[in-house]
């Protein structure tokens, strides 16, 4: 199955945007729906948004619906995840995640392929 690594990660300030990235190696990343998770200290992991595997569908929820969007390159086997004004309440380590279910889903422990996470802090 395939491995994953986020990057794109760092510190910024209110109101800056970021593009995360997550590279696929080992297997083809279109026979993947891919998702994309947050994790604040003391809270639980938070589904963030989603990608069909042909890239037509996305599903994006939470805080960033409105300030987020979810892309993916097959040909470069990458999701991207750019998100825009960003706040505080924003930082968070962010995971990107894999499956091979044939629909949309939240849920973490549907994901059975996750990378090491990246950090992302927003100072205010």
């Known amino acids: 199955q395939v491995q994953l690594v986020e990057s794109g990660g760092g510190v910024v300030q209110t109101g800056d945007s970021l593009r995360l990235s997550c590279a696929a190696s080992?297997?083809?990343?279109?026979?993947?729906?891919v998702g994309w998770f947050r994790q604040a200290p003391g809270k639980e992991r938070e589904f963030v948004a989603s990608?069909?595997?042909?890239?037509?569908?996305?599903y994006r929820t939470g805080s960033l619906r409105g300030r987020s969007t979810i892309s993916r390159d097959n040909a470069k086997n990458t999701v991207s995840l750019k998100m825009n004004n960003l706040e505080p309440e924003d930082t968070a380590v962010y995971y990107c995640a894999a499956n091979q279910l044939p629909k949309y889903t939240p849920i973490a422990t549907d994901y059975n392929v996750w990378g090491q996470g990246t950090q992302v802090t927003v100072s205010s």
């Open positions: 990608i069909s595997g042909s890239g037509d569908l996305t």
């Open positions: 080992g297997g083809t990343l279109s026979l993947y729906y």
